[in-house]
């Protein structure tokens, strides 16, 4: 009688036994970059905020893509992904990060990520962390209100405020206004 191979035991924060995790900032992409094939780094607001974060590429695996995405493009970017699984002719591993360092908490950050969990979900690829499942429950529950959440939340105030315009936040608060996918480094 043979035995099984025994199943890779990972630290619980890692979220390693799902194909899709999620966790933010920095010390969030760490806790669950190992062993994925593509990040989506989630900055909802993006360059249009002095919020905006550059992702510490450092403890990304080098193998990995790297995706940017927000509101506009979640659907988008969840289609690239299902198409990278399939030339790689294998299940990927992602972690959804939200670029925002949990300092404080950013609606449209989240909501960016939980829309980005819902098009993988939609998609088939359904193997969530809790944490994934949340955030996309999340985004489930309020995607009538994004536009209003991310313009009232402390994030998008502070982006009015550092000189976004408010047709620039309704912008970049419309989901699945864009197709264009942003790769920030495709997979080696």
């Not at 607001?45 to 927000?70: N, Q, T």
Request: proline share 5%; net charge negative.
């Amino acid at each position: 009688m043979t035995t099984a191979p025994a199943s890779p035991t990972f630290p619980p924060a890692s979220q390693g036994k799902y194909q899709i995790r999620f966790d933010q900032g920095d010390a969030g992409l760490a806790r669950i970059a190992g062993g994925v094939d593509v990040v989506v780094w989630v900055d909802a607001l993006g360059d249009a905020s002095a919020a905006s974060r550059a992702l510490p590429s450092s403890v990304v695996p080098e193998s990995a893509a790297i995706v940017a995405a927000g509101l506009t493009d979640a659907s988008a970017v969840a289609a690239w992904i299902l198409a990278e699984q399939e030339r790689l002719n294998r299940r990927v591993y992602i972690a959804v990060v939200a670029a925002n360092d949990g300092a404080s908490f950013a609606v449209p950050d989240m909501l960016a990520a939980g829309a980005v969990v819902d098009a993988l979900m939609a998609l088939g690829l359904d193997d969530t962390s809790p944490e994934a499942a949340v955030v996309s429950a999340a985004f489930g529950g309020l995607k009538r209100a994004v536009r209003h959440l991310t313009a009232a939340s402390a994030q998008g105030r502070q982006a009015l405020a550092d000189g976004v315009s408010p047709e620039r936040l309704h912008e970049l608060s419309g989901v699945g206004t864009s197709d264009e996918v942003r790769v920030l480094r495709a997979a080696r």
